[in-house]
């Protein structure tokens, strides 16, 4: 594990997917990160790369070959390495090699950095092409956040603040994880979005227009809130296994393919490339207020 601290956070980080596994509020005690019980849901917050949700026939399709790829990839299951840290930053680095050529043939290295300024943590993603052709990716975010922060609250208690005016519009998903082709409405309360153990029953709420680039998970019994900024992200994921004590903000850079035939890489919905010797950035910040 490595840990970053300052004033107001403390957070550890794994190198298995360099996945965080803690982020403590140090002025309320409050653990924020869900801690992975294996009977309920077994992840903190694990990286999606090189895809985002399924794919048709657990393959992608490059450059006329099948390679088999597993929902959400393969980089929350992988060793990174520590590049670099200082007491408030840490750079973790995925390279290709036998562990990744078997399923995305790429040359790349895949990095997550951690910062953290006062409140907020920011985490970034960054691919490099060390290949001789473009890329073809996904990538996503998948943290969960404990739900009641307090012990005498109740997930009831909680909702999802968007910070712009929103109509929103879930795309469904079938019993494989695939997208159907309907939508169904998501009503709101003004900009809220209540919680509660029944919300998820038919999956992830999967929301490719937004307005909002901003979300925060609040109480009505108190002003702590946790805060995700996702501008870098388009598409956004919320997510809880029914009933079980958390909820997913998942910012997206692609997602699941949809139900019919399977797509070459470049022609699947919302994918992203990188140029031959380029780098793709982006980044998302929580902040706990």
Not at 231 to 238: C, E, R
């Amino acid at each position: 594990m490595t840990t970053l601290e300052n004033d107001f956070l403390r957070v550890t980080i794994r190198p298995q997917g360099a996945e965080l596994t803690s982020l403590l509020h140090k002025p309320t005690g409050i653990e924020h990160i869900w801690q992975a019980d294996p009977a309920v849901w077994g992840w903190h917050a694990p990286t999606l790369f090189p895809i985002v949700g399924g794919s048709l026939n657990s393959e992608l399709l490059i450059d006329g070959k099948n390679y088999p790829i597993e929902r959400h990839g393969f980089a929350r299951k992988l060793p990174f390495d520590l590049l670099d840290s200082t007491p408030t930053t840490a750079v973790w680095g995925l390279t290709s090699g036998k562990q990744t050529e078997p399923h995305f043939p790429y040359g790349f290295t895949f990095q997550i950095s951690y910062a953290l300024i006062d409140e907020q943590l920011t985490v970034t993603y960054r691919v490099f092409n060390q290949d001789t052709k473009t890329i073809y990716f996904s990538v996503g975010a998948h943290p969960a956040f404990s739900v009641p922060f307090n012990a005498d609250e109740s997930y009831d208690d909680y909702y999802i603040d968007f910070n712009q005016p929103e109509q929103l519009e879930t795309h469904m998903l079938s019993k494989d994880g695939f997208f159907t082709g309907k939508t169904q409405p998501v009503p709101l309360d003004g900009y809220k979005l209540h919680l509660n153990e029944h919300l998820f029953d038919q999956d992830a709420l999967v929301f490719k227009h937004l307005n909002s680039r901003r979300v925060s998970i609040r109480s009505k019994k108190h002003d702590h809130a946790v805060d995700v900024d996702f501008a870098d992200f388009p598409y956004l994921g919320i997510w809880a296994k029914p009933g079980a004590p958390f909820v997913c903000i998942e910012p997206w850079l692609g997602y699941a393919d949809s139900e019919g035939d399977q797509k070459s890489i470049e022609q699947k919905e919302a994918i992203q490339q990188v140029a031959v010797g380029g780098t793709f950035e982006a980044s998302f910040t929580i902040t706990l207020s």
